[in-house]
């Protein structure tokens, strides 16, 4: 674990101590809360889980790879951010496997883009966030977050 980490897992279990110390009662029931909370969205969270294994394991990265380094650098930006789209992978997956899909030829642009969209569009989470952030606001975010994900590519391609 990194020093970050620890600064909040120590700060998180301070403030709760103090609120524990100023009022018991609300505490727990605050804890009870958020234990409920969870388990009502453990079920989606697993669902989310099992999408995401399962389209890695239709994608593998060595054809995402072998599909996008064919095309026109646009064409595999727009390629490379569709399949970004369909899945979701934790960052600390996302950038070494960036790094493997660089290797194996893909450009900057199409790299980009598949980072981007692979961190803020989620196709996989959408049933989820629908239900916690209701209909409009999980497609504005998602179409928001594909737009600025191919602007982001196209300015690091220019960049770099």
């Keep these: 674990m990194d020093v ?20 018991r009662e609300k505490t727990k029931e605050a804890l009870k809360k958020a234990f409920f909370m969870g388990k009502g ?9 099992f999408a995401i294994g399962l389209i890695l394991a239709l994608l593998p990265p060595e054809q995402i790879a ?4 064919k095309q026109n650098v ?13 899945t979701l992978i ?14 194996a030829g893909v450009g900057i642009m199409p790299s980009v883009a598949f980072l981007t969209t692979l961190t803020m569009v989620g196709i996989a989470t959408f049933p989820l ?12 975010r998602n179409v928001l977050s594909f737009v600025f994900a191919i602007v982001i590519a196209v300015a690091m391609g220019v960049i770099l």
């Design 74 to 86: 646009y064409v595999a930006t727009i390629t490379a951010a569709a399949f970004g789209t369909i």
């Design 90 to 103: 934790p960052a600390f997956i996302a950038f070494p496997l960036i790094g493997t899909l660089a290797g």
């Design 66 to 69: 072998d599909i996008i380094s």
């Design 4 to 23: 970050f980490t620890i600064a909040i897992w120590v700060i998180t279990i301070g403030l709760l101590i103090f609120s524990f110390i100023k009022d």
């Design 41 to 49: 969205m453990a079920l989606s969270i697993f669902g989310v889980i």
């Design 129 to 140: 966030e629908k239900k916690e952030f209701g209909t409009k606001f999980t497609i504005t």
